[in-house]
Nanobody, 119 residues
Framework: QVQLVESGGGLVQPGGSLRLSCAAS????????MGWYRQAPGKSRELVAS???????NYVDSVKGRFTISRDSAKNTVSLQMNSLKPEDTAVYYC?????????????WGQGTQVTVSS
């Protein structure tokens, strides 16, 4: 069982920055791919950024050049640095850990943290 706890959300003006953190219960980054997802009101949840156990990163087009995903294995945290925020970035942001094994896929979610971009 993996537990994930997000933090760092809040209210920010357009053009501002926020840094989200996701603390994992143990040293999982060698086995799990990590991802940040978001869900805006009335919309489906979407993948924003991902980081594989091998270090490969991927971003949705709408955040490329503005968001950066990173991990600190010593602290068991994965972060999402969000710059040049726009109102359309407003959503609840979730951290996910996923591992594919011969016996199946194991996936764990955090509880989410609200990000609101508004003047």
């Amino acid at each position: 069982q993996v537990q994930l706890v997000e933090s760092g959300g809040g209210l920010v003006q357009p053009g501002g920055s926020l840094r989200l953190s996701c603390a994992a219960s143990g040293s999982i980054f060698g086995f799990y791919s990590m991802g940040w997802y978001r869900q805006a009101p009335g919309k489906s949840r979407e993948l924003v950024a991902s980081l594989t156990s091998g270090g490969r990163v991927n971003y949705v087009d709408s955040v490329k050049g503005r968001f950066t995903i990173s991990r600190d294995s010593a602290k068991n945290t994965v972060s999402l640095q969000m710059n040049s925020l726009k109102p359309e970035d407003t959503a609840v942001y979730y951290c996910k850990a996923e591992r594919n094994t011969p016996s199946g896929v194991y996936a764990y979610w955090g509880q989410g943290t609200q990000v609101t971009v508004s003047s």
